[in-house]
Nanobody, 119 residues
Framework: QVQLVESGGGLVQAGESLRLSCAAS????????IGWYRQAPAKRRELVAV???????KYGDSVKGRFAISRDNGKNMIYLQMNNLKPEDTADYYC?????????????WGQGTQVTVTS
């Protein structure tokens, strides 16, 4: 199975930037899609950005043009560069990976990292 550990969250002011990191370990060879979701208080978890094993990316509408996801397969890391942050970006950010390994399909989540953007 795959394990995911996020880091890089924090408290910033609107307009500033943050970079989140997600370290993957375990059966990383089996990862097909890996990316970021977020959940704000009293809201549903939503897609932020995801990258496939082939390098295709998909972004949530609210972050297009401001956030960028990147994947370093050699280091088993993914990053989320968040620019021009807004108060509505405040949420817990979770790393997610899906794929297949010798035990079958998997869909795993990290523990989350908190991002707070003040106005």
């Amino acid at each position: 199975q795959v394990q995911l550990v996020e880091s890089g969250g924090g408290l910033v002011q609107a307009g500033e930037s943050l970079r989140l990191s997600c370290a993957a370990s375990g059966s990383t060879f089996g990862i097909e899609n890996i990316g970021w979701y977020r959940q704000a208080p009293a809201k549903r978890r939503e897609l932020v950005a995801v990258v496939s094993s082939g390098g295709n990316t998909k972004y949530g509408d609210s972050v297009k043009g401001r956030f960028a996801i990147s994947r370093d397969n050699g280091k088993n890391m993914i990053y989320l560069q968040m620019n021009n942050l807004k108060p509505e970006d405040t949420a817990d950010y979770y790393c997610n990976a899906d794929g297949n390994d010798s035990w079958g399909p998997f869909d795993v989540w990290g523990q989350g990292t908190q991002v707070t953007v003040t106005s």
